[in-house]
C-alpha cells in the first residue's frame, strides 16, 4: 500500500500553532501515513519540544532548507555555512528518528556548480540526506538551477551513495524545459531507483512547479503513482500554496488520490 505523507514547516510551531494541532489530530487518526517537516534553520532550540511532544513516535522524513534559506551547496565558498544550516535537519531527524533528509543540489547551471554540489553533499557525510531532483529555473530566486537531468542525480547517486527523492512536478517541468518527452525522462528517473517522491498538480506544459492541489491541474496523476511509484511508497503531498488554516485541503488530496488510483 502506498503511503501519503503531509507536509509542515517549523515555522508553524511557532506561528501556525492551530494548523499544527490540527495536523497532529489527523496523522494520529490515521488520515495520513506520515510526515515531512521542512526544517528551516535555527529552528531546532525554539519548537523541538513541540515537534517531539506531537509527533513523537510518529513515522517522519525531514526536509532540508534550500536556497531560499540562503542554503547554496554550489558555492564553494559557503561550505561552512552551509554545514551549519542543515545542522537543525539533523538535530531533528535525530530527535524523530528520520532515516530521510531531503536535500537540494545548489544554485545556478553549470558543470563547475554541480561538481561542487556533489562535493559538498558528500563532505556532509550524513547517509540519510537525500538528493531531489530540480526545475530547470527558480521563479522566486530567478535563478537557473542543476541536478535536472535523471543523469545529474545519477552522478549524486554513484558519487556519493545517496538515496534519491523523485519529484514529479520538477521532473516534469525539467522534461519541458530539455524538450523531452515527460514520460521518456520519468522512465530514466525511475530507473534511478527512488527511495521516496514528491506530488503535486499542475500544468503538464509548464516550466514552473505550481504545487497545485490534486484535481487543479492536468497531471496524470493516476499513471504518475502507478507506473512510477513503488507499492509501498513514501509520496510527500506537496500541494497548496499560502499560510494553511485549516488541514481540510490536505485530507481532501488524500482522499482524492487514494480514489484516483484505486
Same mark, same amino acid.
Given at each position: 500500500m502506498r503511503?501519503? %505523507?503531509?507536509? *509542515?514547516?517549523?515555522?508553524?510551531?511557532?506561528?501556525?500553532?492551530?494548523?499544527?494541532?490540527? =495536523?497532529?489530530? =489527523?496523522?494520529?487518526? %490515521?488520515?495520513?501515513? !506520515?510526515?515531512?517537516?521542512?526544517?528551516?534553520?535555527?529552528s531546532y532550540d525554539e519548537t523541538y519540544e513541540s515537534v517531539l511532544s506531537k509527533f513523537g513516535g510518529v513515522k517522519v522524513i525531514i526536509h532540508a532548507p534550500h536556497g531560499l534559506q540562503g542554503l547554496d551547496i554550489s558555492d564553494k565558498n559557503e561550505f561552512e555555512n552551509n554545514?551549519? @544550516? &542543515?545542522?537543525?535537519?539533523?538535530?531533528?531527524?535525530? *530527535?524523530?528518528? =528520520? #532515516?530521510? &533528509?531531503?536535500?537540494?543540489?545548489?544554485?545556478?547551471? %553549470?558543470?563547475?556548480?554541480?561538481e561542487?554540489?556533489?562535493?559538498?553533499?558528500?563532505?556532509?557525510?550524513?547517509? @540519510?540526506?537525500?538528493?531531489?531532483?530540480? /526545475? $530547470? !529555473?527558480? $521563479?522566486?530566486?530567478?535563478? *537557473?538551477?542543476? %541536478?535536472?537531468? /535523471?543523469?545529474? &542525480?545519477?552522478?549524486?547517486?554513484?558519487?556519493?551513495?545517496?538515496?534519491?527523492?523523485?519529484?514529479? #512536478?520538477?521532473?516534469?517541468c525539467g522534461a519541458n524545459s530539455c524538450n523531452i518527452d515527460i514520460y521518456e525522462f520519468?522512465?530514466?528517473?525511475? =530507473?534511478?531507483? /527512488? #527511495?521516496? !517522491?514528491?506530488?503535486?498538480?499542475?500544468?503538464?506544459? #509548464?516550466?514552473?512547479d505550481s504545487h497545485l492541489h490534486f484535481g487543479e491541474g492536468d497531471y496524470d496523476l493516476r499513471r504518475l503513482v502507478l507506473e512510477y511509484t513503488k507499492e509501498n511508497a513514501l509520496i510527500t503531498m506537496e500541494t497548496g500554496h499560502g499560510i494553511p488554516n485549516s488541514v481540510q485541503p490536505w485530507i481532501s488530496d488524500i482522499n482524492y488520490i487514494r480514489n484516483v488510483i484505486s
Open positions: 503511503n501519503f %505523507g503531509l507536509k *509542515l514547516w517549523t515555522k508553524d510551531f511557532v506561528k501556525n500553532i492551530e494548523f499544527v494541532n490540527d =495536523a497532529e489530530r =489527523a496523522i494520529k487518526e %490515521g488520515k495520513f501515513d !506520515y510526515l515531512e517537516l521542512f526544517a528551516l534553520p535555527l554545514k551549519k @544550516r &542543515i545542522e537543525d535537519a539533523q538535530r531533528f531527524a535525530d *530527535l524523530l528518528e =528520520a #532515516s530521510f &533528509i531531503v536535500l537540494h543540489p545548489g544554485m545556478n547551471a %553549470g558543470e563547475e556548480f554541480l561542487e554540489s556533489i562535493r559538498q553533499f558528500g563532505l556532509f557525510n550524513d547517509k @540519510r540526506l537525500t538528493v531531489e531532483n530540480l /526545475p $530547470s !529555473y527558480c $521563479s522566486q530566486t530567478k535563478r *537557473l538551477l542543476h %541536478g535536472i537531468k /535523471p543523469s545529474e &542525480i545519477k552522478r549524486f547517486i554513484d558519487e556519493v551513495g545517496c538515496p534519491f527523492c523523485l519529484d514529479f #512536478s520538477h521532473a516534469i520519468l522512465d530514466e528517473m525511475k =530507473a534511478l531507483n /527512488p #527511495s521516496m !517522491y514528491h506530488l503535486c498538480d499542475g500544468d503538464v506544459n #509548464s516550466l514552473n
